[in-house]
């Protein structure tokens, strides 16, 4: 099935965590987005020494399809379990495409409370942005086909890699 | 749109477009009702209780029998999915003028209805609501007749998951007035589809529908056999009606033999919870002690009813 060579999710990672431990401080939050964000943001976590908990998101309540789809199987529950008010936030997403969830992860942030800051971290950025949004930390930029998609994946190890999927349409 | 004819709730992909009753539903539906509601419970523990799902869409509450709980809890779960509320209490405005149940919903569909939430006296009065209105507009049973209530009934399965974890290894008693209550149908039919082995019905004769054990319920009329080791205790509403008509001998008599007390509870397992619908007849079906003692989780099932309804109105109106 793949057709190319993706990159290692783990050296990725690694490159993304030495781009965020200058500028994103122990008193940041960091919050994943469910799933594979989620991963990504318990593993910065351990790695740049923040204080308060990860916490979690599932944009399924803000998300701007679901007029079109209806609501996800499998509705995660979010988690942010620190102050959102005033505190530098970094959101964490496995790989940034439309910008479509970002915006729905920035809504719901929002009804937690005002942050000081949101930054986006990214472990791939793929392109093919709708909306005006960019991440100011990204692990590689992988160049896709419109019918191509990457997947972030766990093994029970817990080492992370990714997956190329093709449809047809 | 195409319902399916043996049970019009479905689509053409087996989602629920209507729900009317949780008999015939698969349980795959019933657990992503509660997975959602579980999502949904954090977002009542927010600053901001309110999600934009149902923004822009109009939900009217036609109660043709009147309810304060259940009505509410409908108005809240609606608002805070963002949705605009109507409340219509019908049997004070139109139907004393003589406007029919499909009228009334016609003109109501003209004011751009998107979801309309029923209660009403007559069983079945959902269904007939459900088979005429336009196909993009979604009907919740919020109580017909004797018939169902289905939502209560996933309220009592999300409080009981709660604080039970598993259905698997469950014995849940059903105890007062099985007859004429659509709570204990909706009950039976979520517990034996999600799994629970041992269901038990506990009342006198002449509340007990006949045949009920073809249900797969096992039927006590002693309190102190039917709640031997049962890990749940769902207790039923005596509705003052009853208490007065010759199926009773008096509501103290109805209290001396199936009034849940302390003493009675004692028989079911220490750890065992005690559910009611409400409104609570104190004395009645229930002793103050029991109803405000620490296995008492009736106040939490008015909080979980809310995430419940959330989550039946965001599947319905994404289908």
């Not at chain 1, 005006?132 to 994946?153: D, K, M, Y």
């Not at chain 2, 009753?21 to 657990?31: D, K, S, V």
């Not at chain 2, 999502?39 to 009147?66: D, H, I, M, W, Y």
């Not at chain 2, 007035?177 to 082995?197: E, K, N, Y």
């Amino acid at each position: 099935m793949p057709g190319k060579t993706l990159p290692d999710a783990e050296q990725l990672l690694a490159a993304l965590t030495e781009q965020m431990r200058a500028s994103v401080g122990p008193d940041s939050g960091l919050i994943g987005i469910h799933t594979g964000g989620v991963w990504l943001a318990e593993r910065l976590h351990a790695a740049l020494g923040i204080a308060a908990p990860c916490g979690s998101l599932d944009v399924s309540f803000y998300r701007d399809d679901y007029e079109k789809i209806g609501l996800h199987r499998n509705v995660k529950s979010s988690s942010i379990p620190f102050d959102v008010e005033g505190r530098h936030l970094v959101l964490v997403d496995d790989v940034l495409y439309t910008g479509r969830t970002i915006r729905a992860a920035m809504n719901e942030l929002f009804d937690y409370g005002r942050p000081a800051s949101i930054r986006l971290a990214a472990l791939v950025d793929r392109g093919g942005r709708e909306l005006p949004i960019a991440a100011q930390f990204v692990g590689a930029v992988v160049e896709l086909a419109p019918g191509q998609s990457i997947e972030l994946t766990r093994e029970s190890r817990g080492r992370l890699a990714l997956v190329l999927h093709e449809s047809d349409c | 749109m195409w319902l399916n004819p043996a049970n019009p709730q479905l689509n053409r992909n087996g989602e629920l477009h209507h729900l009317l009753t949780i008999e015939g539903l698969p349980a795959e539906i019933l657990w992503q009702i509660l997975d959602t509601a579980q999502s949904f419970v954090g977002v009542t523990q927010r600053e901001v209780k309110k999600v934009p799902l149902l923004r822009g869409k109009a939900v009217f509450n036609l109660f043709f029998e009147p309810s304060t709980r259940t009505r509410t809890t409908f108005e809240i779960a609606a608002k805070r999915l963002s949705a605009d509320v109507i409340n219509l209490a019908i049997n004070i405005s139109s139907q004393t003028k003589g406007e029919t149940v499909l009228d009334t919903v016609a003109n109501l569909s003209a004011m751009q209805a998107d979801m309309f939430v029923v209660r009403h006296a007559a069983s079945g009065a959902p269904y007939l609501i459900a088979r005429h209105v336009a196909p993009d507009i979604h009907v919740i049973n919020a109580g017909d007749g004797r018939h169902a209530h289905p939502t209560q009934g996933l309220l009592d399965m999300f409080t009981i998951r709660h604080y039970k974890k598993e259905f698997s290894g469950l014995r849940v008693a059903i105890v007062g007035d099985v007859l004429h209550s659509r709570v204990a149908r909706s009950q039976i039919h979520a517990l034996a589809t999600l799994g629970c082995p041992e269901i038990r019905v506990i009342g006198p004769k002449t509340l007990l529908p006949s045949h009920v054990e073809n249900l797969g319920v096992h039927v006590y009329h002693d309190m102190r056999q039917g709640l031997k080791d049962v890990d749940v205790v769902m207790m039923l509403r005596l509705q003052n009606e009853r208490m007065e008509g010759p199926l009773l001998p008096s509501a103290q008599e109805f209290y001396k033999y199936y009034g849940l007390t302390e003493e009675k509870l004692a028989a079911a397992r220490p750890d065992a919870i005690v559910l009611h619908p409400g409104p609570m007849n104190r004395g009645v079906e229930i002793d103050s002690s029991v109803a405000d003692g620490a296995q008492s989780v009736i106040l939490p099932q008015v909080t979980f009813g809310i995430a419940i309804r959330m989550a039946v109105m965001s599947i319905l109106a994404g289908n």
